[in-house]
């Protein structure tokens, strides 16, 4: 129920939709002689909020905290036994129908799995990403890379497929069921900086200890952060992102399936904090 509720809901909250749906409301009041002058009003003011949120760097500033929680992995020479790459880089159902992997503009997610997986050959990689739409089942992400990763020398041996979850909850939950991590081991845990928090609060919540490897980062460093969107598109696109993701974090604090709000790197009992 939470997984209908949620997708509902969130279409229509995402900020992008619920402009639009402020906008139109704006018009069709305006077609009432009583409720022109308010409904003009309205359509004006968010219009302009469109446009504001799409060119001023507002999305920035609410992905940066999400993607500046974890810093960049850095290799310690520790050893690796296992790759956690979390779904959402692939188009799922258009990939079936091309016949090819179908990226979309987390394929970084891949990309960097694919690097791991050479430079740690001894390392398994457990895909996590199943389908499933409101409507209905849809095709799953896990089999599809799965299948590419062995198209490119990848040991099928090595590879985990979970192709249950439809959420970031249940990548957690069915994860930890297929990879049965032991004691000790180190598992690698890939997904977009932005989603990093609500990812790793998940599998501290089922008992999975995970390095942190955030990829996909959506701001640039430094001053860049302050810069406007060269397309109101552009903007709005991360402005639901980042939105969407501190819902998320709210939402699974709240529903029990994190135990911290803003989930980051545990401090040990020395002090230091650990990825």
Do not use: C
């Not at 993607?67 to 050893?79: K, L, M, N, T």
């Not at 891949?110 to 209905?136: E, K, M």
């Not at 849809?138 to 249950?164: N, T």
């Not at 991590?181 to 089922?206: C, N, Q």
């Amino acid at each position: 129920m939470f997984y209908y509720v949620s997708k509902i809901a969130w279409f229509f909250t995402t900020p992008s939709n619920l402009l639009l749906s402020l906008i139109l409301l704006g018009l069709v009041l305006s077609l009432f002689k009583r409720l022109r002058r308010l409904g003009i009003a309205l359509s004006l003011a968010f219009t302009l909020a469109t446009i504001a949120l799409g060119l001023l760097p507002v999305a920035s500033y609410i992905l940066l905290p999400l993607e500046e929680r974890f810093a960049p992995f850095r290799d310690d020479g520790r050893s690796v036994d296992g790759i956690i790459l979390l779904g959402g880089a692939v188009e799922a159902a258009d990939s079936k129908a091309r016949g090819s992997l179908v990226a979309n503009e987390s394929a970084e997610r891949v990309l960097d799995t694919t690097q791991l997986a050479h430079r740690y050959p001894n390392a398994r990689i457990l895909i996590s990403g199943g389908g499933g739409t409101v409507f209905g089942d849809g095709a799953a992400e896990a089999p599809i890379i799965a299948d590419y990763f062995k198209s490119i020398g990848i040991d099928p041996a090595r590879i985990l497929v979970e192709d249950r979850s439809r959420t970031t909850a249940e990548n957690g939950v069915y994860s930890k069921e297929l990879a049965r991590p032991a004691e000790g081991e180190r598992w690698l845990l890939v997904t977009s900086a932005w989603h990093m928090p609500r990812a790793v609060g998940v599998f501290e919540k089922v008992g999975f200890p995970v390095t942190p490897y955030p990829v996909d980062f959506r701001t640039g460093g430094g001053s860049r952060v302050h810069g406007p969107f060269a397309f109101i598109s552009e903007g709005l696109r991360r402005l639901d992102i980042g939105a969407k993701e501190w819902a998320g974090l709210i939402a699974y604090y709240a529903s029990g399936r994190t135990t911290r709000l803003f989930p980051g790197p545990q401090v040990s009992a020395d002090g230091s904090a650990s990825r």
